[in-house]
C-alpha cells in the first residue's frame, strides 16, 4: 500500500517567492473522509489520487498519471468550485517543501507542506515556515473548495 507522511505549515514574509510557480487545477469526484478521489492537471501533466484517512499525519494514497484531456473533461465533473493555486517546490536542507499559494476564493492563503518518511523524522524548517496546522481540517485542500479561506 502507498503511504503518504505529510506536515502542513503556514507560510510567512515572501522569500519563498524566487522559486519558480507551476499552476494547478484540481477537483474532488468523492470527499468521503475514507477515500477522497481527487483529479488534478500540474502545468502538463494530469493525476488521479484516491486518498485515504488521515490518521496524524499518515493515509493511504494511490495516484496514477492520466492524459490531461481525460482530466480537463473528469474536472467538469467534480464538485464545484475547483481549487487552483501556484505551487512552488524549494528544497530546503534535505527535503522538497511544496509552497502552494491559492487562488480565486482562498485567496491570500499560502502554505507550505513536507513529505516525510517516518511520523516521527525531525526536519529543518525554512525561516517562513510558520505555525503547524497538519490537523486542522480547514487547511484540507477538499474542505478550501466546500469552506473556503474567504468565508472563516
Known sequence: MAIEIERKFLVV???WRDAPAVFYSQGYL??????????????????????GT???ATRAEFEYPIP?????ELLVMCEQPLIEKNRRKI???GFIWEVDEFLGDNLGL??????LPAEDR??????WVGE????DARYFNSNLSLSPFCSW
Do not use: M
Open 13 to 15: 514574509g515572501n522569500a
Open 30 to 51: 468523492n470527499r468521503d473522509k475514507a477515500r477522497t478521489v481527487r483529479v488534478r492537471i500540474a502545468g502538463e501533466e494530469a493525476f488521479l489520487t484516491i486518498k
Open 54 to 56: 488521515s490518521v496524524g
Open 68 to 72: 490531461v484531456w481525460d482530466a480537463r
Open 91 to 93: 528544497l530546503y536542507e
Open 110 to 115: 499560502v502554505v507550505a507542506e513536507i513529505e
Open 122 to 127: 525531525g526536519f529543518a524548517r525554512p525561516p
Open 132 to 135: 503547524e496546522v497538519t490537523k
